[in-house]
C-alpha cells in the first residue's frame, strides 16, 4: 500500500475531498441508518434482503469515508501561485495542438486522485501528461497511447 505517498491537489481538488466526506458523514450515513431502522422493523432479519442491502451500503459508505480521509491527510496541495507559466508543472493548464486531428486541445495537469479526463483534467501519471511535463511553448512531444503515438504541439502554458 502506499500509505506514505503524498498525493498532489489543487486547491479545488482538495476542496472536493472535504465536502464529499462531509456529505457523507453528515447526510448519507443519517440516511443508511434509517433504511437500516426501517429494515430492522420488518421483522426476521435471516432473509431480509432490504436489510442485507443497507448493511452494504453502509460498509460502502464508511469504507469511502475511510479512503478520502487517508487521501485528506496525505494531501499536498499545490500553491498554484507559484506554478512557472514557462514550463509545464502539475497544476498548469496546457493549450495544444493535437497535430494528427490539427485540432486544439486544452488540459489542466493534476495529480492522479483528481484526474477526469472528461474535465479535462489528466494525471501527471498518464502517458500525456508525462510527456507534457517540463516542457515548453513551442515544443513538440510525441506520446504513445493505445492507438500508436499521438504528436502534440504546446501553444500556450498558464495557471
Same mark, same amino acid.
Given at each position: 500500500?502506499?500509505?506514505?505517498?503524498?498525493?498532489?491537489?489543487?486547491?479545488? $481538488?482538495?476542496?472536493?475531498?472535504?465536502?464529499? %466526506? *462531509?456529505?457523507?458523514?453528515? @447526510?448519507?450515513?443519517?440516511? =443508511?441508518?434509517?433504511?437500516?431502522?426501517?429494515?430492522?422493523?420488518?421483522?426476521?432479519?435471516?432473509?431480509?434482503?432490504?436489510?442485507?442491502?443497507?448493511?452494504?451500503?453502509?460498509?460502502?459508505?464508511?469504507?469511502?469515508?475511510?479512503?478520502?480521509?487517508?487521501?485528506?491527510?496525505?494531501?499536498?496541495?499545490?500553491?498554484?501561485?507559484?506554478?512557472?507559466?514557462?514550463?509545464?508543472?502539475? $497544476?498548469?493548464?496546457?493549450?495544444?495542438?493535437? %497535430? *494528427?486531428?490539427?485540432?486544439? @486541445?486544452?488540459?489542466?495537469? =493534476?495529480?492522479?486522485?483528481?484526474?477526469?479526463?472528461?474535465?479535462?483534467?489528466?494525471?501527471?501519471?498518464?502517458?500525456?501528461?508525462?510527456?507534457?511535463?517540463?516542457?515548453?511553448?513551442?515544443?513538440?512531444?510525441?506520446?504513445?497511447?493505445?492507438?500508436?503515438?499521438?504528436?502534440?504541439?504546446?501553444?500556450?502554458?498558464?495557471?
Amino acid at each position: 500500500m502506499e500509505q506514505k505517498n503524498e498525493i498532489l491537489l489543487t486547491q479545488e $481538488g482538495y476542496d472536493k475531498l472535504e465536502e464529499e %466526506v *462531509e456529505l457523507l458523514k453528515t @447526510v448519507r450515513r443519517k440516511e =443508511v441508518a434509517e433504511r437500516i431502522k426501517v429494515a430492522i422493523s420488518f421483522g426476521d432479519l435471516s432473509e431480509n434482503a432490504e436489510y442485507d442491502e443497507a448493511k452494504n451500503e453502509q460498509a460502502q459508505v464508511e469504507e469511502r469515508i475511510m479512503k478520502l480521509e487517508n487521501m485528506i491527510r496525505r494531501a499536498v496541495i499545490i500553491d498554484e501561485s507559484q506554478i512557472d507559466v514557462n514550463v509545464v508543472t502539475i $497544476g498548469s493548464i496546457v493549450k495544444v495542438n493535437d %497535430v *494528427e486531428f490539427d485540432e486544439e @486541445v486544452e488540459y489542466t495537469i =493534476v495529480g492522479s486522485a483528481e484526474a477526469d479526463p472528461y474535465d479535462g483534467k489528466i494525471s501527471n501519471e498518464s502517458p500525456v501528461g508525462k510527456a507534457l511535463l517540463g516542457r515548453t511553448v513551442g515544443d513538440e512531444v510525441d506520446v504513445q497511447v493505445p492507438d500508436g503515438t499521438a504528436k502534440f504541439k504546446i501553444l500556450e502554458i498558464r495557471r
